[in-house]
């Protein structure tokens, strides 16, 4: 079974540049996820969504962050303007559902976005 | 305000022995722990969960702990290996409906040969 992919796997841009990171969840998962972790802590999400709508984005800075599940499959997160403390790990993960959870998550190998 | 707490940054452990990392929270709603296992430049890993119900679950050399009263758990490796040196964190989720993960800031875990 293909696990959570994650593209780029690094990227670095300047401040008040956009950038944009792509996640495809395990096939069959209904539940995608968006967590951010800084260097030396847990991640922490910022937006979940259940197949195209989403659960939970109360952590997402939506003046500058958003992110789309439009086919309820694959997702894109963006920033823009990106600021320098958007410097972190972007991971993805997924689960098989909400009803009848809870389920474990599933993470992807992260992209890691520097702003110089 | 970090409601899941792994208060040992890091941990040493000769190989053969025991290894236990341990982790606080402070919201009574969480049910549902976890505990993930990260390797550099990867993701993390699932390793092992346990229910509120429970108070044990085991899974090969791996154990997790829940004490609720005291808000406590904790994960119990043995023997350990080289191959569990990585860092481990701790995470809980409570019955929101939304299945969100509160993760502690992760144990660094070396595993001397």
């Known amino acids: 079974e293909a696990g959570v992919a994650q593209s780029p796997r690094y990227k670095i841009i300047e401040k008040r540049q956009s950038v944009a990171f792509w996640c495809n969840p395990i096939?069959?998962?209904?539940?995608l996820y968006w967590y951010q972790q800084i260097l030396g802590q847990g991640p922490k999400l910022l937006i979940q969504?259940?197949?195209?709508?989403?659960?939970?984005d109360s952590q997402l800075p939506k003046d500058r962050f958003s992110a789309e599940r439009l086919k309820g499959v694959d997702s894109t997160l963006k920033i823009q303007p990106a600021k320098l403390e958007d410097s972190a790990v972007y991971l993805c993960?997924?689960?098989?559902?909400?009803?009848?959870?809870?389920?474990?998550?599933?993470f992807g190998p992260g992209t890691r976005l520097t702003v110089t | 305000d970090q409601q899941v707490k792994q208060n040992s940054p890091s941990l040493s452990v000769q190989e053969g022995r025991i290894s236990i990392l341990n982790c606080d929270y402070t919201?009574?709603?969480?049910?549902?722990f976890l505990w993930y296992k990260k390797y550099p430049a990867e993701g993390p890993t699932f390793l092992i969960s346990?229910?509120?119900?429970?108070d044990k679950n085991e899974d090969g050399r791996f154990t997790v702990f829940l004490n609720k009263s005291a808000k406590h758990l904790s994960l119990h490796i043995v023997p350990s290996q080289p191959g569990d040196s990585a860092v481990y964190f701790c995470?809980?989720?409570?019955?929101?409906?939304?299945?969100?993960?509160?993760f502690g800031t992760g144990t660094r875990l070396t595993v001397i040969p």
């Open positions: 993960a997924s689960s098989l559902s909400l009803a009848g959870g809870p389920y474990e998550q599933y």
């Open positions: 096939s069959g998962h209904a539940t």
């Open positions: 969504f259940q197949n195209n709508g989403v659960v939970d």
């Open positions: 919201n009574s709603m969480f049910d549902y």
């Open positions: 346990i229910s509120s119900i429970k």
């Open positions: 995470a809980a989720s409570g019955q929101t409906g939304a299945n969100n993960l509160f």
